[in-house]
């Protein structure tokens, strides 16, 4: 790992654990320090350009076949126009010639029948607009740290920001390397249910996470999180330093409380929510020895475990 990998690494780090460790300590202001986060224009900027640096001269360089963008990129067109949209528009058709009533709204059925030729995607946390380079996406990009102009800054749990950021308007939703900055669990489902309005009926979300020697049994619970609130997963997928989850937005929502919001919150939870730093009393716990090439750990910014 060159040295200049390892000081743009630890800026990013640093920024991840100044946050956690300020909603720890006052985890009944999470509001006001986030509000507070993303108004750190000068710290928002330093983190973008770190975190382009990372994704454009290092990740790129040491990156082996499919990457976290060739994923997106692929998942989204082999949905599109590929057996998984094929074979909504049978049924879709079926549906109409059986006359069965159907949840899907009548301008994504005439959607889904024309053929979406270029799915229109919002790349939460995007950077620098690196699914720009697609021409057959429609994408917009958004970011509390826009590292590139064609990157609009925009807090995704602020929700719905007509007429930019619309209900019922995208296609595909994409998180990638998102959802792990959020500091608490409740944030993290927030922005699911945010991407679940946003999304068209049968849409796409596409979540991309790193792997971690902490990350237990994540994608289990997260599945299980995302399916209470109306998602279905389509597909996962282990690349190099990442887990890759793919999940359709259903239709039919089931009807939940405050209390069921806060039980699936808490499949959102990750070991870091708790462990800060290395100087952290949270730290002091047994943990099993496990053989791992700590260099793959350590070329993602959110691995500080």
Same mark, same amino acid.
């Given at each position: ?8 690494? +630890? ?22 320090? %986030? !509000?507070?986060?993303?108004? +750190?224009?000068? *710290? ?14 290092? %990740? ?18 082999? &949905? ?9 528009? #049978? ?23 024309? #053929? ?11 950077? &620098? ?5 697609? !021409? ?21 749990? =602020? ?55 902490? =990350?237990? !049994? ?17 597909? &996962? ?14 239709? *039919? ?5 405050? !209390? ?13 929510? *708790? ?31």
């Amino acid at each position: 790992m060159s040295s200049e990998h390892v000081i743009l690494a +630890n800026s990013i780090k640093k920024v991840h654990q100044q946050l956690r460790r300020d909603v720890n300590q006052t985890p009944e202001a999470i509001e006001s320090i %986030w !509000n507070a986060h993303v108004s +750190n224009i000068d *710290t928002l900027n330093n983190y973008a350009q770190s975190m382009r640096q990372l994704a454009e001269h290092h %990740w790129a360089e040491k990156s082996h076949g499919q990457t976290r963008l060739t994923w997106c990129y692929e998942t989204i067109k082999n &949905y599109f126009h590929g057996d998984e949209i094929s074979g909504l528009q #049978r049924k879709c058709a079926r549906d109409q010639r059986k006359q069965i009533k159907t949840d899907i709204c009548s301008n994504c059925q005439i959607k889904i029948q024309q #053929r979406i030729d270029k799915p229109r995607v919002l790349d939460v946390g995007s950077c &620098y607009n690196a699914f720009s380079s697609f !021409n057959d996406l429609e994408t917009i990009a958004i970011d509390i740290a826009p590292a590139d102009e064609s990157v609009h800054r925009i807090d995704i749990l =602020r929700g719905p920001q007509p007429p930019l950021i619309s209900i019922h308007s995208f296609d595909t939703i994409i998180f990638s390397l998102v959802l792990d900055y959020l500091p608490t669990c409740h944030q993290r489902l927030s922005a699911c249910r945010i991407a679940h309005e946003l999304l068209t009926c049968l849409g796409l979300l596409l979540i991309v996470e790193p792997d971690s020697s902490l =990350r237990g !049994n994540r994608e289990k619970s997260w599945r299980q999180a995302l399916e209470q609130i109306g998602f279905g997963l389509v597909s &996962y997928v282990k690349v190099m330093n990442l887990h890759c989850m793919a999940f359709r937005k259903l239709i *039919t929502l089931p009807i939940m409380t405050e !209390n069921d919001l806060e039980q699936i919150s808490q499949l959102f939870n990750i070991p870091q929510d *708790t462990i800060i730093d290395d100087d952290d009393e949270s730290l002091n716990i047994e943990q099993k020895p496990i053989v791992i090439d700590q260099e793959l750990f350590n070329e993602l910014p959110f691995s500080f475990d």
